[in-house]
């Protein structure tokens, strides 16, 4: 397993991180606590070291879960948690979105309690969950400040949408040097990513970014297949059937990622992402202990070449050769299609979440 930095930081993160939203919340199938440490310290024997988890995640419970699998080896290992949702005074329904609260007092207090959950005198990066560009003042930089010069808090981040907000805010985070950005970004779903790129490129910021959903909701890494249908019991339900149709089509024009015996096309998902200097960790959604283990492996397989990554990018361009779209081309915006039209990304600005599993 490889290691990056975050930022300007001295936070080092392993190229292949585990997203902790699939223990403690029943979004990705149902497991005993058990079988949640049990895949945590297999994702440790794996090399991974970077653990990415929220506090509203199971409201709490996946903080408590990742706290007690790591305790025996919190040095050796890199915790993120996110804050901003007011779960303490509000019932969740199904998988909606809980009121937010992005306030230094806030942002202090939720930090306090997700390390009592933790067991821990400190968490490694904190980030600011699917906050609007407008809530994040200087009353939030300050608390943020603060709890860094008070050894709480190592290096600040902050998770985006992608039905919260996506490009003021990411924009924002990299022009205040933020350390780092969550994103969604696939070799299915690259504007934003690659807006960001341009980002940093353009304002000369040390921000690193940290892609999730690397596998396009299971067709990057064909688990789900026309074999498998498209009737699923989790947020993927919603999508539209021309989602999954098109996405197939898409895979197989990716074939040439793969290479027997060094690379698997999950795994040349997350090596696709790791091509980019500005990204410092992948975290793909883990549903088995067989599943950390090709994808952690991903660290040590051949990047892509020079030659390869023109070929996505002609591929992209040219939407993979598929001449009708997917059904999401819709993309949220928090300051009303603004940030959309200036990056001339060709989506259409939407005022409410895709569907209801909102705030992961």
């Known amino acids: 397993m490889n290691h990056r930095t975050?930022?300007?930081?001295d936070v080092e993160v392993s190229e292949v991180g585990f997203g902790a939203w699939v223990v403690g919340t029943d979004w990705w199938g149902d497991r005993t606590r058990e079988d949640?440490?049990?895949l945590l310290r297999h994702a440790v024997d794996e090399g991974i070291t970077y653990f990415d988890t929220g506090d509203v995640y199971g409201h709490g419970a996946s903080e408590e879960l990742l706290g007690e699998a790591l305790a025996g080896v919190?040095?050796?290992?890199?915790?993120?948690?996110?804050?901003?949702y007011d779960f303490y005074n509000h019932p969740q329904a199904g998988h909606g979105e809980l009121p937010k609260e992005m306030t230094g007092e806030w942002v202090r207090s939720?930090?306090?309690?997700?390390?009592?959950?933790?067991?821990?005198e400190y968490?490694?990066?904190l980030q600011l969950h699917n906050a609007n560009a407008d809530e994040v003042d200087a009353d939030v930089l300050e608390a943020l400040d603060e709890l860094r010069e008070e050894g709480l808090v190592r290096a600040v981040g902050w998770a985006l949408g992608p039905s919260i907000g996506w490009l003021a805010e990411g924009d924002a985070a990299i022009e205040e040097e933020f350390d780092a950005v969550q994103l969604v970004w696939n070799l299915f779903e690259q504007e934003v990513g690659n807006h960001f790129l341009d980002t940093i490129e353009r304002t000369g910021s040390s921000t690193s970014?940290?892609?999730?959903v690397p596998h396009s909701s299971g067709l990057l890494n064909e688990q789900v297949t026309p074999e498998t249908g498209h009737?699923?019991?989790?947020?993927?339900?919603?999508?539209?059937?021309?989602?999954?149709?098109?996405?197939?089509?898409?895979?197989?024009?990716l074939r040439f990622l793969e290479r027997e015996?060094?690379?698997?096309?999950?795994?040349?998902?997350?090596?696709?992402?790791?091509?980019?200097?500005?990204?410092?960790?992948?975290?793909?959604?883990?549903?088995?202990?067989?599943?950390?283990?090709?994808?952690?492996a991903a660290s040590d397989v051949p990047k892509l070449s020079g030659e390869e990554m023109d070929r996505v990018a002609s591929l992209y361009a040219d939407n993979f050769g598929v001449d009708r779209d997917d059904g999401m081309d819709e993309l949220r915006s928090s300051v009303g299609g603004a940030d959309i039209r200036a990056a001339g990304i060709d989506k259409r600005a939407t005022t409410g979440p895709r569907n209801s599993a909102s705030s992961d």
Do not use: C
């Not at 050796?76 to 804050?83: G, M, P, Q, R």
């Not at 970014?209 to 999730?212: C, D, E, K, T, V």
């Not at 149709?245 to 898409?250: A, C, I, Q, V, Y």
């Not at 992402?273 to 410092?280: K, N, P, Y």
């Open 110 to 120: 939720a930090t306090e309690k997700s390390l009592d959950r933790l067991g821990m």
């Open 36 to 38: 949640s440490i049990e």
């Open 209 to 212: 970014l940290i892609p999730r």
């Open 123 to 125: 968490v490694d990066v």
């Open 6 to 9: 975050l930022g300007n930081s």
């Open 74 to 84: 919190r040095e050796e290992v890199t915790v993120a948690t996110k804050v901003g």
């Open 261 to 296: 015996g060094e690379r698997t096309m999950g795994q040349a998902a997350i090596a696709y992402l790791l091509s980019h200097d500005e990204v410092a960790s992948v975290t793909p959604t883990f549903h088995t202990k067989a599943d950390i283990t090709e994808w952690a």
């Open 231 to 253: 009737d699923l019991d989790d947020h993927r339900g919603f999508r539209p059937d021309a989602w999954y149709e098109t996405g197939w089509e898409k895979v197989e024009a």
